[in-house]
């Protein structure tokens, strides 16, 4: 925990700087979080405070201190659900959007070829954004916590409320259809590329 | 890494989020945020507050609108009314006698 849980209960009893305190410790992450999710630098800050808005107004029906973070990351989650789910027709960048210079790329950043500086960090985010496109935004969500954020299975089956063995099915099904669109527009990067990088890490 | 044992795609696909990972790394917020998240929630709460007051007043007014009808259909009123009519069968005599159409005499009478 980023915070002491007697600051979250001051929170809950209305102390505005014990808010402010939570929101500090957790603004830069749950940004990250919300930045690789929503994959719209615009709107990264407006989905934040929709997440602080309703940390805010819920706040008081917490209960215990080991719940506070997945309970933080189920907010997160929802607000970013939303927001995709509203920004659907927007979001559709299929995968006929994703230019071969980008796959050649993603080919390239996943062998280690090249240096990571803005334009190339822009151009393997946007190929990785028009791959999740392809797939639901809960699927989407999903693969984002677990492959990108590297959440563990039980950090994830607490803030989504089920079973491990039903996540890693789901997660299991949500790779199978990211691999599938991928595979049908025939513009997965090679895997030589990919598993070099796998050797190096 | 046991890539080897996984599918090529599989490989290729945890190497990319690997990439997507360090591509966006977490960003610091802008220094309006804690002021433009301040500015919501009041926002928000003058709303949830002003939404208090109009349910208050709307079941403060049904609540007089139905004391209001039950007190006019409590207290009689003149004859003159249909409702005051005092039975049904008188009712459907008095109504009977308006609806009567003017029947020519018959054979007999003339």
């Given at each position: ?27 830069k992450r749950t940004l990250g979080t919300i930045a690789r999710l929503i994959s719209r630098p615009e709107d990264v800050e407006d989905v934040a405070q929709e997440v602080f808005l309703r940390l805010y ?54 062998g280690g070829r090249v240096d990571h500086d803005a334009r190339q960090r822009k151009q393997i985010s946007e190929a990785v954004d028009a791959m999740l496109s392809a797939v639901s935004e809960a699927d ?62 | ?8 795609d599989d490989a290729v696909l945890d190497a990319l989020f690997r990439a997507y990972r360090e591509a966006c790394p977490d960003a610091d917020v802008s220094a309006n945020f804690m002021p433009e998240l ?73």
């Open positions: 925990m980023l915070v002491d849980f007697e600051i979250i209960k001051r929170a809950q009893a209305g102390e505005a700087p014990a808010f402010n305190e939570i929101v500090l410790a957790y603004r107004f819920s706040l008081d029906q917490l209960r215990t201190a080991e719940v506070f973070e997945p309970w933080l990351y189920r907010l997160t989650v929802n607000a970013a659900y939303d927001y995709l789910r509203k920004h659907r027709r927007r979001m559709e960048s299929r995968m006929s959007d994703l230019s071969e210079q980008q796959v050649v790329l993603a080919d390239a950043m996943a989407r969500i999903l693969l984002t916590l677990k492959e990108v954020e590297g959440l563990s299975l039980k950090e994830l089956e607490k803030i989504y409320r089920v079973k491990e063995n039903a996540l890693k099915v789901r997660l299991f099904r949500a790779r199978q259809r990211v691999l599938k669109a991928f595979g049908e527009a025939g513009k997965l990067p090679s895997a030589k590329g990919a598993a070099k990088a796998d050797m190096e890490v | 890494m046991n890539w080897t044992n996984r599918g090529d301040w500015r919501r929630i009041e926002e928000r709460q003058r709303s949830v507050f002003f939404l208090g007051r109009w349910a208050r007043a709307l079941v403060t007014g049904a609540a007089v609108l139905s004391l209001a009808m039950a007190a006019y259909l409590y207290i009689p009123h003149g004859r003159s009314s249909v409702f005051s009519v005092e039975s049904y069968v008188e009712a459907l005599a008095a109504g009977h006698a308006q609806d009567t159409p003017d029947l020519p005499p018959s054979v007999d009478e003339l």
